[in-house]
């Protein structure tokens, strides 16, 4: 059973340009999410992608945006870098949509943003 | 709003001691899960306990759930270095996968 995968481990970039993270869900599930976790603090929940469809949303402004894949792939897109965006991102995928389920995590990319 | 906040923020133990760990959360949950998260990785999942059970076990690990309350403890036994950690829970409280974290509790287990 292969786990969850992210790329890249690190990133560096500076304010005002755009990054696309990716993720790898564990074999058969079919949702994924993302989590921003600044240091210190627990994660915070951006997004959740199930079947290929945003079903959930959180407090994050547009220029945060994603994409899964038929294979249940993702990715997470940032425009316009602030400094505020420097933080670990999380990405979990589970069987299904519904939080009855645990999350499956990677280990993250750092993004530093200079 | 935070749907979990751990309490306390830090624990420093010897080995082969208990440890315990506190969350308390805001609005009604489904289920609330215990992550473990080892310095600069990703999060590992410990237990997850659903609003109509009141203690689970897993190994060295005791959940307990009080929804009357609106608290969980979360209890390591016989611990080691090893659990040397950072440990969050969250709520569930959505209807889609909505998992709300806390802040943690820092776990230091001296050899």
């Known amino acids: 059973e292969t786990g969850v995968t992210q790329s890249p481990t690190h990133l560096i970039k500076t304010r005002g340009q755009q990054v696309t993270l990716r993720c790898s869900s564990q074999s058969g599930h079919n949702t994924v999410s993302w989590y921003q976790q600044a240091l210190g603090q627990g994660p915070q929940f951006i997004f959740q992608?199930?079947?290929?469809?945003?079903?959930g949303r959180g407090n994050f402004p547009p220029r945060f945006s994603g994409l899964q894949f038929p294979n249940y792939s993702s990715e997470l897109n940032v425009n316009a870098l602030e400094l505020d965006d420097s933080a670990l991102y999380l990405c979990?995928?589970?069987?299904?949509?519904?939080?009855?389920?645990?999350?499956?995590f990677g280990d993250g990319t750092r993004l530093s943003i200079l | 709003s935070q749907q979990g906040e751990e309490d306390p923020q830090a624990l420093s133990i010897q080995e082969g001691e208990n440890a315990t760990m506190n969350c308390s959360y805001k609005t009604s949950i489904n289920n609330l899960q215990w992550y473990r998260q080892n310095s600069g990785r990703g999060l590992v999942h410990l237990i997850l306990?659903?609003?109509?059970?009141r203690e689970k076990h897993s190994g060295r690990l005791r959940v307990t759930l009080d929804t009357s309350k609106k608290s969980s403890s979360l209890l390591i036994t016989a611990s080691r270095a090893a659990d040397t950690a950072s440990y969050f829970c969250a709520g569930n409280s959505g209807g889609y996968q909505k998992v709300t974290f806390g802040t943690g509790t820092k776990l230091q287990v001296i050899p």
């Open positions: 992608y199930y079947r290929e469809e945003e079903n």
């Open positions: 979990a995928s589970s069987a299904d949509g519904t939080g009855s389920q645990p999350q499956h």
């Open positions: 306990i659903r609003s109509n059970e």
